[in-house]
């Protein structure tokens, strides 16, 4: 992790690690953090309350330890819901602003030296990570969505078939939503199928651009893995769960 430190502001990293603190909060006592960060209770105290900040050593070492105990993963675990069909309580999780924020710190983490210029997704689950990992890199989000807009003449159309019963599903994206050579991060809550991801990379080789990172929240199964382009540098899912 110390190969970001020359990309991040000091005061970023300082404001990063307190609001992760804070977010953690809701989900872990003062002493379940102090155990696993080995901070005292008192101090991470008042880190949170924003008596003060921690220094930026410190700061790096909240963030990493945070990644390497898997917290963010274990606020999905405690939310997470799986029927005997193998249905997921997707909603629940993809609208959790709590897990949406902690999810977008570790995109900026995760991505911040592979200069992204457009973070790019399907409606409608996967706008609001999508919107947070976009500000959080200081770039654009773009919409993949199932209809087109009047106001947009001109649309990139990509297409897929849905099983049980057959449907032929199209998404649709302007045009000039990205540009010739831009590096595209694609972010989504679920990955399963691979169908959407697939149709996502279609449109951004439609626009001469390139898929260089992906990014979710949750994976099922592994049969996604096939439609991800070998232009891809990275895969981060937070939580992959067997099916």
Request: contains cysteine; positive net charge.
């Amino acid at each position: 992790m110390s190969r970001h430190r020359y990309k991040v502001p000091r005061v970023k990293i300082q404001i990063l690690a307190v609001e992760c603190l804070r977010l953690l909060k809701k989900y872990f006592t003062y002493k379940e953090l102090s155990r696993i960060l080995r901070i005292s209770e008192a101090l991470l105290c008042r880190y949170v309350k924003g008596d003060v900040l921690p220094g930026v050593e410190r700061a790096w070492y909240i963030v990493s330890k945070t990644i390497e105990a898997g917290l963010v993963e274990r606020v999905i675990d405690r939310l997470l819901v799986l029927d005997e069909r193998g249905i997921v309580n997707i909603y629940f999780i993809a609208y959790n602003s709590t897990v949406i924020k902690l999810a977008s710190q570790r995109a900026f983490i995760e991505f911040i030296d592979m200069s992204i210029d457009k973070v790019l997704t399907a409606a409608v689950n996967g706008i609001p990570l999508a919107t947070m990992v976009s500000d959080a890199l200081e770039t654009d989000v773009v919409v993949a969505k199932r209809t087109r807009d009047a106001g947009v003449i001109e649309y990139l159309e990509a297409q897929y078939l849905t099983p049980s019963p057959p449907v032929l599903t199209s998404l649709y994206l302007p045009r000039h939503a990205m540009s010739k050579g831009d590096r595209v991060l694609i972010v989504d809550d679920l990955l399963q199928s691979g169908r959407t991801l697939s149709a996502l990379v279609t449109l951004t080789e439609q626009s001469n651009a390139k898929v260089v990172g992906v990014f979710a929240l949750l994976s099922l199964g592994t049969r996604w893995r096939a439609r991800v382009p070998s232009t891809v540098e990275k895969v981060v899912v937070l939580k992959e769960v067997e099916y």
